[in-house]
């Protein structure tokens, strides 16, 4: 496609309810970056891949994330028994090259993840 | 102290001057620097990238980066109306590895 997509857009999730983010990457772009942003802040990184491989999780705040790319392209950002906490937009970003270094990562429109 | 830091602003200038946007970064290895603005409601859109100490021009929007400060900075000339957004500096490379770490953000305002 023309750009990341993201869907969807708007999520409202009970707390303890499971969601599911998906993520399309601009077509061909090797490399895929899950990032959380709070109101007023900054994208905080969650997780990277390279391809299908997921080569850095070390910003996935509890077990209770999970996040895969199994053919190298779609990826999905699982969250299971959400909590208050994990309000916040989701973005997805990808890059031409691996690592998002040159010439830069491309983001979605994001998820604004609400839990009530 | 944060990695990448920057004033929250809001910073305020009049329509047709200058914008000066800072950003200090704390991992000295950190080999790329990257300019995103952010519209409210929006995502980040990649605006200037830069590498190599000095100046880097595109249009409007100069980068600017000293290695040796640990300091890259974004000038917008002729500022519009339609530049006011957030602004985020990020960096990559060294301890950081593939991710981009990113500073939280200065509010600009070009009021006409």
């Known amino acids: 496609g023309a750009g990341v997509s993201q869907s969807p857009r708007y999520k409202v999730a009970k707390r303890g309810q499971d969601v599911a983010l998906r993520c399309d990457p601009i077509?061909?772009?090797?490399?895929l970056f899950w990032y959380q942003q709070a109101l007023g802040q900054g994208p905080e990184f969650l997780t990277y891949?390279?391809?299908?491989?997921?080569?850095?999780k070390s910003g996935l705040p509890s077990d209770r994330f999970f996040a895969e790319r199994p053919e190298g392209s779609v990826s999905t950002l699982k969250i299971q028994r959400t909590q208050q906490e994990d309000s916040a937009v989701y973005l997805c970003?990808?890059?031409?090259?691996?690592?998002?270094?040159?010439?830069?990562?491309?983001f979605g429109q994001g998820t604004r993840l609400t839990v009530v | 102290q944060k990695e990448v830091e920057q004033n929250s602003g809001p910073l305020s200038v009049p329509e047709g001057a200058i914008a000066s946007l800072n950003c200090t970064y704390s991992?000295?290895?950190?080999?790329?620097f990257f300019w995103y603005r952010q519209y409210s409601g929006k995502s980040p859109e990649l605006i200037m990238f830069?590498?190599?100490?000095g100046d880097k021009e595109d249009g409007r929007f100069t980068a600017q980066l000293n290695k040796a400060s640990q300091y890259v900075s974004l000038l917008i000339r002729d500022s519009q109306p339609s530049d006011s957004a957030t602004y985020l500096c990020?960096?990559?490379?060294?301890?950081?590895?593939?991710?981009?770490?990113f500073g939280a953000g200065t509010i600009l305002r070009v009021k006409s």
């Open positions: 990020a960096a990559g490379g060294g301890i950081y590895g593939n991710k981009l770490v």
């Open positions: 077509s061909g772009h090797v490399s």
């Open positions: 970003a990808s890059s031409s090259t691996r690592g998002g270094l040159s010439p830069g990562a491309f």
């Open positions: 830069i590498y190599s100490n």
């Open positions: 891949f390279q391809n299908e491989a997921q080569l850095d």
């Open positions: 991992d000295r290895g950190s080999q790329s």
